[in-house]
């Protein structure tokens, strides 16, 4: 049965939708109808996810971070991020979750994870480029969450997971400034980082809106803005940010269309190991749901790191 024929079909659904639309928030699982519940889940459990991977991504910068000042921050970035996760779970298990087998005994390959959070840091640079870019981008998609979720318990707990976010958003863009200006070496640095993350930013909120087929997020009001309307909004800030600073992003504002736009039609292809971009190579969007579907070389070793090193097997 599609989502279509449910729609036409069942009455309690779309008496749900009509609800949510009109501002009704739900506080519990008996107020659900099975499609809320299935999308609100699916949404709460990659939200999950993408919190957890952070981890092993930020955890090689730890070690080369180049003071502890710096080491300190990025341990903190990650311990905020376990937080945002601690708190998915505890809305899970409401679900039915049971926390320990999600996070310790799920086999890696079934870990919803996006491209953005895969790659691990090479260096602080790469750390604080991605806070800048990349948590400005979980930032906007968390925000719409708090400001427009229907599952009033999921939107209240995403007010501090928000407020940590601007802090790693903040710590970002002040230190990419000081790396930019510290000496040619680190301005170099900083400008692959960016070069790299910034298409892999772009593509976190998903395919082009006249390409989603799956709109409920948006029909029970899990979420308020759509792909286009993220990705604007992530635009809009950090292509200023770049250009005030000298840092070159594939995007510039179109003055015809009063909009930012890239400079590429994506999707496009990614040299994994060289960590580099083909602007002028465009892949199939069913290469890239195959790309993303099946992760990075990193996506497995690095969600086995965490079911078996020290804060994994010993801890538990
Ligand atoms: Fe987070
Ligand atoms: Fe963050």
């Excluded at 930019?180 to 772009?202: D, I």
């Excluded at 309307?229 to 770049?242: I, N």
């Excluded at 039609?265 to 199939?284: A, G, N, V």
Aim: proline share 5%; charged share 30%; hydrophobic share 35%.
């Amino acid at each position: 049965m599609t989502s279509q024929t449910v729609e036409r079909d069942d009455p309690r659904e779309a008496a749900l939708r009509e609800r949510v639309r009109a501002g009704y928030q739900l506080e519990d699982p008996t107020q659900m109808t099975p499609r809320y519940r299935d999308v609100l889940v699916n949404t709460m459990h990659i939200a999950a996810d993408l919190e957890v991977v952070t981890l092993p991504t930020y955890s090689p910068a730890i070690r080369t971070a180049p003071t502890l000042d710096d080491k300190i921050a990025i341990a903190s970035a990650c311990q905020d991020e376990l937080g945002h996760a601690q708190v998915m779970y505890r809305l899970l298990e409401e679900f039915g979750y049971d926390t320990h087998h999600f996070l310790f005994e799920r086999d890696p390959h079934e870990w919803r994870t996006f491209q953005m959070l895969e790659f691990p840091h090479e260096d602080y640079i790469e750390s604080v480029v991605s806070m800048c870019y990349g948590d400005r981008a979980g930032y906007i998609t968390t925000v719409d969450l708090e400001e427009n979720c229907s599952f009033a318990p999921f939107a209240r707990s995403l007010r501090k997971v928000n407020f940590e976010e601007t802090f790693h958003v903040g710590h970002g863009e002040r230190w990419v400034r000081f790396f930019w200006n510290l000496n040619e070496r680190s301005r170099q640095r900083v400008q692959e980082a960016v070069s790299f993350y910034f298409p892999l930013c772009a593509a976190w909120f998903g395919v082009p809106d006249e390409m989603k087929k799956r709109t409920d997020q948006l029909a029970y009001k899990i979420r308020g803005a759509t792909n286009d309307q993220m990705r604007q909004k992530w635009l809009s800030q950090v292509v200023p940010f770049s250009e005030s600073i000298g840092i070159q992003v594939p995007a510039h504002f179109d003055e015809e269309s009063g909009r930012y736009v890239l400079d590429y039609e994506p999707p496009i292809h990614l040299d994994e190991k060289t960590r580099t971009w083909d602007y002028d190579r465009r892949i199939t969007w069913e290469e890239q749901f195959r790309i993303w579907k099946k992760g990075s070389r990193h996506k497995v070793p690095s969600i086995s790191r965490l079911h078996h090193e020290v804060w994994g097997d010993d801890l538990w």
